[in-house]
T-cell receptor
Framework: DQQVKQNSPSLSVQEGRISILNCDYTNSMFDYFLWYKKYPAEGPTFLISISSIKDKNEDGRFTVFLNKSAKHLSLHIVPSQPGDSAVYFCAASALWMRFGAGTRLTVKP | GAGVSQSPRYKVAKRGQDVALRCDPISGHVSLFWYQQALGQGPEFLTYFQNEAQLDKSGLPSDRFFAERPEGSVSTLKIQRTQQEDSAVYLC????????????FGQGTRLTVV
């Protein structure tokens, strides 16, 4: 069963604009949520995380929002840069992480 | 090294062959995870260790898959009698604590069974 879903397989944005990546989950027992970035032929790189007791966490250009009632989280990247082009995975954790299928972000110069 | 190291990076196995994949976690990290990633998919959980104890192996697809971490550091994922459907990237991750708030991944081992 897919407990974590990323419904958009791809997203294309212009450099300097905002990128918004979305993720939905089904299990209310998850206590931590994470975003990873992945380049080809590399392992996922940790980006940002948020505890289930918070609704927002910010780190530089990256902000993660958590809406527990909707079981939804999103990653905002502002401003987007061409180097942000990668596949982004969201993950939900309860002892171990469950991942979505990923969203390929392309930032055009 | 500073990060999680996996070896080999690439492995080609003939169907029926046994393979062993190695993971060197970040020194001092308590938790270690193995994931399997098929093309175009997200990583799928295989198994989880806290130190040398294997706390969850519910994701191992069959009894041909076996993982160990005997001294609480290096871990080995073994696949016996490999089959074509085992072809995937195998990812290892480690986390400093048991709360798993931030896990660091290795580069993965790409296994191709021919």
């Amino acid at each position: 069963d897919q407990q974590v879903k990323q419904n958009s397989p791809s997203l294309s944005v212009q450099e300097g604009r905002i990128s918004i990546l979305n993720c939905d989950y089904t299990n209310s027992m998850f206590d931590y949520f994470l975003w990873y970035k992945k380049y080809p032929a590399e392992g996922p790189t940790f980006l940002i995380s948020i505890s289930s007791i918070k609704d927002k966490n910010e780190d530089g250009r990256f902000t993660v929002f958590l809406n527990k009632s909707a079981k939804h989280l999103s990653l905002h990247i502002v401003p987007s840069q061409p180097g942000d082009s990668a596949v982004y995975f969201c993950a939900a954790s309860a002892l171990w992480m469950r991942f979505g299928a990923g969203t390929r972000l392309t930032v055009k110069p | 090294g500073a990060g999680v190291s996996q070896s080999p990076r690439y492995k080609v196995a003939k169907r029926g062959q046994d393979v062993a994949l190695r993971c060197d976690p970040i020194s001092g990290h308590v938790s270690l995870f193995w994931y399997q990633q098929a093309l175009g998919q997200g990583p799928e959980f295989l198994t989880y260790f806290q130190n040398e104890a294997q706390l969850d192996k519910s994701g191992l697809p069959s009894d041909r898959f076996f993982a160990e971490r005997p001294e609480g550091s290096v871990s080995t994922l073994k696949i016996q009698r490999t089959q074509q459907e085992d072809s995937a990237v195998y990812l290892c991750a480690s986390s400093l604590t048991t709360s798993n708030t931030e896990a660091f991944f290795g580069q993965g081992t790409r296994l191709t069974v021919v």
